[in-house]
């Protein structure tokens, strides 16, 4: 049963049990029924209801899974018809149905999907029925609108405002924007773009709302494989044919073709006529990836991520259920469209963090990736060049197949990886840049390559501190000290994003002039760079540095082209650029991930470092990665260096298994919030102290403990932490454990099944 833990939405009105949904609605993956009119129909809506709703079918009658508007109280909302209604009403009081969308009903697997992922992440059903329409407009009739897109006359007079809005038009390759939607993504007046169709530079044309997409062609430009990738190829495409639900893990090197590799797995499902999904980490959305698939398929794919349009997002979700969109590349919540014929899903990275969504619904995208795919007799392929250890350990067990691919592409090799002992190069405390690494990167600089010094800090300093009395500059609002970005001549809290102007005077003693930074970020890093080699071009790569997506694509062009000697970046530069010119990996602090207690720090550290250092030498120069460390014979640095990464992999299960925790045991994270601190320390007690449910299953729980930030955005936070082997019942004994209490509507409780991290 899904849904239950009505307090996760602070929704105080209903109680677990209410509404429980019948699982035969979800179980049965056979053909949607159909309701004649007047027949009674559940309708589950995305409000906060604690279950489905009986309605009447309306004249003519409704289709099982179609998509409906019903009358609720006084408002009108959206809903699914979930299933024959419960009945024991007067058939005669019942309310209508209001109005059935024109969208494809959705198929009985994605209702399975919703009903189970919600009952697995603890989330009421309205809230993944939320999730999974996420597209604005739905409820509006199909009609005629105008778009704009690139047309061919010239611009007689270029201006910046012209500029951008043909910049935008270029960047999106081609597909279709509202005037409303052009004008505000470009940051100009509608007049701007109105001058621009004068000319001809932009068309403007009239076209049907949500057109399908372009045909793939799997048979289009497919690279000729060496033997490996060829091989790799081969058991990925066997897998789709079979038409039969598998997993495998793609693990292979940086640089060893594992694009190549499962695009030829999802030209084998578009070939069958089935849909093909294509998750990659946000920031690995970018117009490279895109332009790969065209030159693969001839023509581009679907796409679904935060930089799409309001109108493209309803074409794409519309097209999915119709099947007008046979390949989707997106990010994690592209998972919840309602694929008609899903036939494979790639999770490409799939050790990535931001496959775990973390605030609100907390799901991750992986796990539910792999439950979608079984439910929709799909294949599922996680690609990586360092797997987290639950699919290492999914793959061990034999849950899941491994293909592997062990060199790099063509005549390209892994680069060399060394340490540099911190200790005995006697550096200033205020100085980050070690004398060998400065020697290495001269060197590169002499043979004209590029060197990439990494830390993984944004803006100038994580810390100021007033000097005269000590005080350090927290965020008013969270347990946080602000760090300054000089770039943009700010403070800024990066738990909230609060920012302000850096003070004259200490906030404390308001002694003037005694504020310093203290410890580096890449502002910094740049500034001593600049002194070390004042002759080279230094280029800045930090998410914060650029206003658009179109201005980092710029820079990045610009160095891959040989535009800077150094490139200073933080973790946005460890996945998906390619820059043939780079030979030298410098880590400035290897061991910024190993200090706290997330018992993913050796493994995060482990596949980033791995990650990092596969940026250098992509191209024929071989390349050199080094890492800075205080700790060099730390086991998790010598395992990075050795490149032994079974060795490492063992170890750390090793590790995991006798402390009884992921993968090998479950864990289930509590935090509750609130503005008042009494509430969240009463009611934790409370928890801790009433835990039968969870003592039947054999689960412990820990805490509560204040939460290692303690306060964000004014709320105050106390964690816990619930301990179970991975074959308890879990989901039903932390329901339960938490239907026992009651607090006011200000406390928040936030259930994490399986969380990744402990902030
Ligand atoms: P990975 O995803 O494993 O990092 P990619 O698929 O991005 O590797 O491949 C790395 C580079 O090598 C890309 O530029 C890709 O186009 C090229 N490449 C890989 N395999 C082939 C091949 N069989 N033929 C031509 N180019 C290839
Ligand atoms: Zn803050």
Redesign the pocket.
């Known amino acids: 049963m899904g849904g239950l833990l009505g307090q996760t939405c602070g929704c105080a009105s209903h109680t677990a049990g209410q509404g429980a949904l019948k699982p035969e609605n979800g179980g049965d993956v056979s053909a949607n029924g159909h309701f004649n009119e007047g027949e009674p129909v559940a309708v589950l809506t995305t409000q906060p209801l604690g279950g489905t709703l009986d309605y009447a079918a309306p004249v003519g009658g409704v289709a099982e899974g179609a998509f409906v508007v019903v009358p609720l109280g006084p408002r009108r909302v959206m809903g699914v018809v979930w299933g024959p209604g419960e009945g024991g009403f007067d058939r005669a009081k019942l309310r209508r149905v209001g109005e059935v969308l024109d969208v494809a009903p959705m198929g009985a697997g994605m209702r399975e999907f919703l009903t189970r992922a919600g009952a697995y992440t603890l989330t009421d059903m309205h809230q993944m029925l939320r999730m999974a329409t996420r597209a604005p407009g739905l409820a509006t009739p199909p009609g005629m609108r105008k778009v704009y897109r690139p047309g061919q006359g010239e611009v007689d007079r270029m201006t910046p405002a012209r500029e951008r809005v043909l910049g935008v038009l270029e960047e999106h390759g081609g597909l279709s924007f509202t005037l409303g939607e052009l004008a505000e993504i470009a940051g100009v007046s509608s007049g701007v773009v109105k001058g621009l169709v004068k000319l001809g530079a932009v068309s403007e044309e009239l076209a049907p709302r949500d057109v399908p997409y372009p045909a793939l062609d799997p048979g289009h430009g497919g690279?000729?494989?060496?033997e490996e990738?060829a091989a790799a190829a081969a058991a990925l495409r066997a897998g789709v044919a079979s038409r039969e639900y598998g997993t495998t893990l793609l693990k292979?090197v940086?640089?060893?073709?594992?694009?190549?590799v499962y695009l030829e797995a999802v030209a084998e499902c578009l070939a069958q006529g089935r849909q093909a999904l294509v998750l990659l980490p946000e920031i690995a959305l970018t117009q490279e990836f895109l332009g790969r698939v065209e030159a693969r398929f001839g023509a581009r794919p679907a796409e679904w991520h935060h930089g799409v349009t309001v109108t493209e997002r309803r074409r794409c979700w519309k097209m999915v259920g119709e099947g007008g969109a046979s390949l989707v590349v997106g990010a994690r919540s592209a998972l919840f469209l309602p694929f008609r014929e899903l036939g494979l899903i790639v999770i490409d990275e799939e050790h990535d963090g931001s496959y775990k969504q973390e605030d609100g619904v907390t799901y991750s995208a992986r796990d539910m990736g792999v439950l979608r795919a079984s439910i929709e007799g799909a294949q599922m392929v996680l690609a990586s060049a360092t797997p987290s250890l639950e699919s290492w350990a999914n793959a061990e067990a034999g849950k899941y197949a491994r293909v592997e691919l062990t060199s790099r592409?063509g005549t390209a090799v892994l680069p060399e990886m060394r340490s540099i002992d911190m200790r005995v190069e006697g550096l200033p405390a205020t100085r980050w840049v070690s004398p060998t690494l400065q020697g290495l990167v001269r060197a590169r600089m002499e043979k004209g390559e590029q060197a990439l010094l990494f830390l993984n800090r944004r803006g100038y300093a994580p810390v100021t501190i007033c000097r005269a009395c000590g005080h350090q500059v927290a965020c008013p609002d969270c347990d946080a000290r602000m760090v300054e970005h000089r770039f943009l001549k700010q403070l800024m809290c990066h738990q909230c994003g609060h920012t302000e102007p850096v003070p004259e005077a200490c906030p404390s003693c308001e002694v003037e002039g005694k504020l310093a930074p203290v410890g580096p970020g890449v502002e910094r890093l740049a500034e001593e760079v600049k002194e070390l080699f004042p002759e080279a071009r230094v280029a800045v790569l930090s998410s914060d540095l650029f206003g658009s997506a179109r201005a980092l694509k710029a820079a990045v062009e610009g160095i891959a082209g040989g535009a800077a000697d150094i490139v200073i970046g933080t973790q946005m530069v460890a996945k998906g650029h390619?820059f043939p010119l780079l030979t030298l990996v410098g880590v400035i602090d290897a061991d910024l991930g190993l200090q706290g207690s997330d018992l993913r720090a050796a493994e995060k550290t482990f596949q980033l470092m791995r990650q990092v250092a596969g940026r250098a030498g992509r191209a024929e120069a071989p390349g050199l990665a080094v890492l800075q460390s205080y700790q060099p014979e730390h086991p998790v640095i010598r395992a990075i260096l050795s490149g032994d990464e079974e060795a490492f992999w063992r170890a750390e299960a090793e590790e995991r298994k006798a402390a009884g925790v992921p993968p090998y045991g479950r864990l289930v994270g509590i935090v509750l919030s609130s503005p008042e601190i009494e509430d969240v320390n009463a009611l934790g007690m409370a928890m801790a102290r009433r835990a039968e449910p969870l003592r039947a299953i054999g689960a412990q729980v820990f805490g509560p403990a204040p939460a290692p930030i303690a306060r964000i955005r004014a709320r105050h936070r106390v964690r816990l932490l619930v301990k179970a082997e991975k074959s308890a019942p879990v989901q039903s004994a932390v329901t339960a454990w938490l239907a026992q209490f009651d607090w006011p509507n200000r406390v928040r409780v936030q259930v994490d099944v399986d969380p990744l991290s402990f902030f």
Do not use: H, I, V
């Open positions: 690279k000729a494989l060496n990738q292979g940086t640089g060893s073709g594992k694009t190549e592409f390619n």
